[in-house]
């Protein structure tokens, strides 16, 4: 195909279908294996708490094996229903708006541009978008509403002579990693530290040297795929997906685009702009996600209707192009949501959640810091939102870490690096699903590419947890 439309390619549509299925397959056997039980709840200030010491087990609900085929239509019927009809709506005006851009010229004249401007210090580039994406993520909490600019990161790649996956390293994945390693975050940090009892932001020393050191081997990570698919193109995990998208090496030098160009970019300004009053306005982050959508799509039919590009029924054509292409990750992103409905519906979880917890007894501190990790690793699977998981898992494990003499800090940090990094591993993280849907990139060879780095973060995230415990990280 040519690069006048976004769509999610066969081939990486049906490998993460296969994947997808085999986990809903299996939380299906999981829902019948394991017993069920209930945990007491309470809601304070809007946020669900489990209540430490109530569990109890009881019958496991009758649900019709046939419901397992339903499941991911069913999350429309689930708590997370908001959530997940703001996702999709997200994803479809996204690949819309980009369809029409696309179409227009104006993101290969914007390609153009940056190209010609650092054609002497291309992995200069590289550096500073990541860079970019990762500050925002580390200090404003900002993953999710980053996604806008994927599809230009994986244009702006393939016109370097990069590949797509290169495209969300500097993107998906500098945000991702950025909010992994949080120095301010917000909805991390802030509330994790609040639930703990910490001075609000404590530790932020620890932390930047904590984000310096990601940062550093995220470069050499994304340095060493570059400089290895610049010198022989087809060693790119995704080289046959990418030369199916034939990108245009002819330069656009058309006025209109170049108006079209210019507006765009002054109100594309103004989304970072967006995000950073967000981090001062509780009411206004709350609809951010849905709120920088909306914007992208006025955005995108102002700059090409003002400029005279296209008419106002091709922009729509372009823009409905754009939605179907886009369209099959919907599925996608609704089996992944189901694996959690899965779970929960048949009172599953909050027996794993028991019997992790009780395996705290008796434990070293370094193990029970190393078993905290594990266990929120694990919760992250099933519950990607870090604030929501927060509230529900360390109410119940703080005081079992205080028994083992585990500093707060410390235990903080271990569910921080446990509940980051993994959203860029997990398929049931819709913001990494909908960064894959707009782009030619499967999940199975997104995680293929990904696995070592994670790997290696492991080590580094469990060597700053032994160093954090070891000097008694504190406050308390």
Not at 257 to 272: I, N, Q, S
Request: net charge positive; proline share 4%; hydrophobic share 60%.
């Amino acid at each position: 195909m040519r690069q006048h439309e976004l769509k999610i390619g066969k081939r990486s549509f049906l490998l993460s279908l296969a994947v997808l299925l085999a986990l809903m397959i299996l939380a299906t056997a999981l829902s019948y294996a394991l017993p069920s039980g209930t945990f007491e709840r309470v809601t304070e200030d809007g946020r669900e708490r489990i209540l430490s010491g109530t569990f109890r087990e009881v019958e496991k609900p009758h649900i019709a094996f046939w419901r397992f085929f339903t499941a991911p239509f069913e999350v429309f019927q689930s708590d997370d229903a908001v959530i997940v009809g703001t996702i999709l709506i997200f994803l479809l005006l996204i690949g819309g708006s980009f369809s029409i851009l696309l179409a227009c010229g104006m993101v290969s004249r914007l390609m153009e541009r940056i190209a010609h401007r650092f054609a002497a210090a291309r992995y200069k580039l590289l550096m500073l978008i990541s860079l970019f994406f990762m500050v925002f993520g580390s200090v404003f909490g900002i993953f999710e509403e980053l996604i806008i600019m994927v599809p230009f990161c994986i244009a702006l790649s393939r016109r370097m002579g990069w590949d797509s996956l290169t495209g969300l390293g500097i993107s998906l994945l500098s945000s991702g990693l950025g909010f992994s390693a949080a120095t301010i975050n917000p909805f991390t940090v802030g509330v994790v530290q609040q639930l703990s009892g910490l001075p609000a932001f404590s530790a932020i020393g620890f932390r930047l040297l904590v984000f310096v050191s990601i940062y550093a081997v995220l470069q050499m990570f994304l340095l060493r795929h570059v400089k290895r698919i610049e010198r022989e193109p087809a060693l790119s995990p995704v080289y046959l997906e990418d030369q199916a998208v034939v990108v245009s090496d002819e330069p656009v030098h058309d006025a209109k685009v170049d108006r079209g160009l210019t507006l765009f970019a002054v109100g594309l300004v103004l989304l970072p702009l967006l995000l950073i009053v967000s981090f001062f306005v509780p009411a206004l982050s709350s609809i951010l996600f849905p709120l920088i959508a909306v914007l992208f799509v006025v955005l995108a039919f102002v700059s090409v209707l003002a400029s005279g590009t296209m008419q106002f029924g091709a922009a729509v054509k372009a823009f409905l192009r754009g939605m179907a292409g886009v369209a099959p990750a919907i599925l996608l992103i609704l089996m992944a949501m189901s694996i959690k409905l899965i779970m929960t519906r048949s009172l599953v979880m909050d027996y794993l959640l028991h019997q992790a917890s009780a395996r705290f007894e008796g434990l070293s501190p370094l193990s029970g810091l190393l078993l905290l990790y594990a266990l929120v690793l694990l919760m992250n699977f099933f519950i990607s939102s870090g604030s929501a998981k927060a509230f529900l898992v360390l109410p119940l494990l703080l005081p079992l870490t205080d028994i083992l003499g585990i500093h707060r800090q410390v235990a903080a940090q271990a569910y921080l690096f446990g509940d980051g990094f993994s959203n860029l591993l997990y398929p049931t993280n819709a913001a990494l699903m909908i960064a894959l849907g707009l782009s030619v990139v499967s999940y199975p060879k997104w995680l293929k590419w990904t696995l070592p780095l994670q790997g290696i973060l492991l080590v580094i995230s469990l060597i700053w947890l032994m160093i954090a415990h070891l000097i008694g990280l504190g406050p308390f």
